[in-house]
Nanobody
Framework: VQLQASGGGLVRAGGSLRLSCAASGGTFTDYALAWFRQAPGKEREFVAGISRGGSRTAYADSVKGRFTISRDNAKDTVYLQMNSLKPGDTAVYSC???????????????????WGQGTQVTVSS
């Protein structure tokens, strides 16, 4: 499967952005999906994930209550709605797909088989 992320940009602290990741070349519902981010000089970290059918989600503690992951299986797209953005959210955000038959959502990058290119999110103070 190929993944194409979009929606990044520059926003002031407290603002919102919605990231999208469109998938192609595979059966979308065969994959759990996740967003990861990497800030300069830091390791990649899990942000949010959603199960194949969308019934299970998982979030990093740092974004709980502010970010929402969702998927539209009819459009083969996963979204990340980001509200109340902080300068610490500045990073390159990437989407990833885990080919799985289970309903588990992993927060480890090594579990994910396919990765899209990143989209830059910059939050100014």
């Amino acid at each position: 499967v190929q993944l194409q992320a979009s929606g990044g940009g520059l926003v002031r602290a407290g603002g919102s952005l919605r990231l999208s990741c469109a998938a192609s070349g595979g059966t979308f519902t065969d994959y759990a999906l996740a967003w990861f981010r990497q800030a300069p000089g830091k390791e990649r970290e899990f942000v949010a994930g959603i199960s194949r059918g969308g019934s299970r989600t998982a979030y990093a503690d740092s974004v709980k209550g502010r970010f929402t992951i969702s998927r539209d299986n009819a459009k083969d797209t996963v979204y990340l709605q980001m509200n109340s953005l902080k300068p610490g959210d500045t990073a390159v955000y990437s989407c990833a797909a885990d080919y799985t038959v289970s309903g588990v959502v992993y927060d480890e990058g090594r579990r994910y088989d396919y990765w899209g290119q990143g989209t830059q999110v910059t939050v100014s103070s």
